[in-house]
T-cell receptor
């Protein structure tokens, strides 16, 4: 079974700082997704990465995919309080069966 | 375009009962997937339906079942409820065929509490 690991599990960072969340997965796939979840809410799609070397950016978030290393990163630049949420990566290697990481709970402190 | 809708949003049941959850996908989407989210196990895939057929199934007991109707709406059923079934059940829809790009759009979820 495909395993997806995220780290860190918890991240507390000050506003204005940069940080990276890592997502490692155990089997070959070139389809990786990042989602955001606010407390008590559903999952919001952030990025879709579909090939080796793919890089997507939206505001203060940038995601990348290295399929050879089976690694995706979500980089946060100059964090703001509004980015506080739980972030999940998900890998799809069979078609519509997503394997989710454990999630990274991000708290941005003023 | 309306998003994925799920009903009911909250449910309280007792052990041994059964429950049915409903999901209406985004218009035009033919694939519906179900996930269970718990603090201990995280997000786990239950099953996926496409054109009224179950196409993928996760590692859950037979008490968990689902179906999809011709209008792509889907239901999942849990029989003989156990305390451990308390969770947020999320439905996701996508438009793509197998092997293609399958971005999934999630509904608000149904919060099930088993007492």
């Amino acid at each position: 079974e495909l395993k997806v690991e995220q780290n860190p599990l918890f991240l507390s960072m000050q506003e204005g700082k940069n940080y990276t969340i890592y997502c490692n997965y155990s089997t070959t796939s070139d389809r990786l997704y990042w989602y955001r979840q606010d407390p008590g809410k559903s999952l919001e799609s952030l990025f879709v990465l579909l090939s080796n070397g793919a890089v997507k950016q939206e505001g203060r978030l940038m995601a990348s995919l290295d399929t050879k290393a089976r690694l995706s990163t979500l980089h946060i630049t100059a964090a703001v309080h509004d980015l506080s949420a739980t972030y999940f990566c998900a890998v799809d290697n069979t078609g519509n069966q997503f394997y989710f990481g454990t999630g990274t709970s991000l708290t941005v402190i003023p | 375009k309306a998003g994925v809708t799920q009903t009911p949003r909250y449910l309280i049941k007792t052990r041994g009962q059964q429950v049915t959850l409903s999901c209406s996908p985004i218009s035009g989407h033919r694939s519906v997937s179900w996930y269970q989210q718990t603090p201990g196990q995280g997000l786990q895939f239950l099953f996926e339906y496409f054109s009224e057929t179950q196409r993928n199934k996760g590692n859950f007991p037979g008490r968990f079942s689902g179906r999809q109707f011709s209008n792509s709406r889907s239901e999942m059923n849990v029989s003989t409820l156990e305390l451990g079934d308390s969770a947020l059940y999320l439905c996701a829809s996508s438009s793509s065929l197998r092997g293609g790009h399958n971005e999934q759009f999630f509904g608000p979820g149904t919060r099930l509490t088993v007492l």
